[in-house]
T-cell receptor, first 115, second 114 residues
């Protein structure tokens, strides 16, 4: 597609439920990133996929968080047993050939609210 | 480890006044540097970037930034701001050869007043 698409744009869930957030990167972009944006916290790196390489999961805050990328395209971020502190905007970005020097293209994000 | 510091969480400025948003970084290796802008309820948009060469880089919407290696800074400037420049601005750093992860600062809200 023309840009990075994320769905849903908003998600309200009850504490303890599982949620799945979807990211559809720009066609042909081999690198895909997930970030979390909390109020006053800036952007926190979560996970990075590059082609067929093993993902860099070093930013995932707990084992309740996981992500996969199927067929080198669409990615799903899953949060299990959601907690109130998981409330944030989850941003996905992609870049060409893993060269972040070209800059990322970001989606509009998914605003997650855990009640 | 690399890090980015944006000391100003909010910068109020009057329309048509100049503005500078400060960014300092820390890295043990040479870096790429970026500024992103986030308008309300939107994703981040690349404003400008420094990869190599001239230390003064120009971006969209009349913004420019200067890479200063000795001061490890990459401050963003605009000579005359507009109401439409009101947004959150994020500085980011990528350490060359180490990783493809951008590390972001906490952001600066530029609030342009009439």
């Amino acid at each position: 597609g023309a840009g990075v698409s994320q769905s849903p744009s908003n998600k309200v869930t009850e504490k303890g439920k599982d949620v799945e957030l979807r990211c559809d990167p720009i066609s042909g972009h081999t690198a895909l990133y997930w970030y979390r944006q909390s109020l006053g916290q800036g952007l926190e790196f979560l996970i990075y996929f590059q082609g067929n390489s093993a993902p860099d999961k070093s930013g995932l805050p707990s084992d309740r968080f996981s992500a996969e990328r199927t067929g080198g395209s669409v990615s799903t971020l899953t949060i299990q047993r959601t907690q109130q502190e998981d409330s944030a905007v989850y941003l996905c970005a992609s870049s060409a050939t893993g060269g972040a020097g070209y800059g990322y293209t970001f989606g509009s994000g998914t605003r997650l609210t855990v009640v | 480890a690399q890090s980015v510091t944006q000391l100003d969480s909010q910068v109020p400025v009057f329309e048509e006044a100049p503005v500078e948003l400060r960014c300092n970084y820390s890295s043990s290796v040479s870096v790429y540097l970026f500024w992103y802008v986030q308008y309300p309820n939107q994703g981040l948009q690349l404003l400008l970037k420094y990869l190599s060469g001239s230390t003064l880089v120009k971006g969209i919407n009349g913004f420019e930034a200067e890479f200063n290696k000795s001061q490890t800074s990459f401050h963003l400037r605009k000579p005359s701001v507009h109401i439409s420049d009101t947004a959150e601005y994020f500085c980011a750093v990528l350490s060359r050869g180490a990783t493809n992860k951008l590390i972001f600062g906490t952001g600066t809200l530029l609030a342009v007043q009439p």
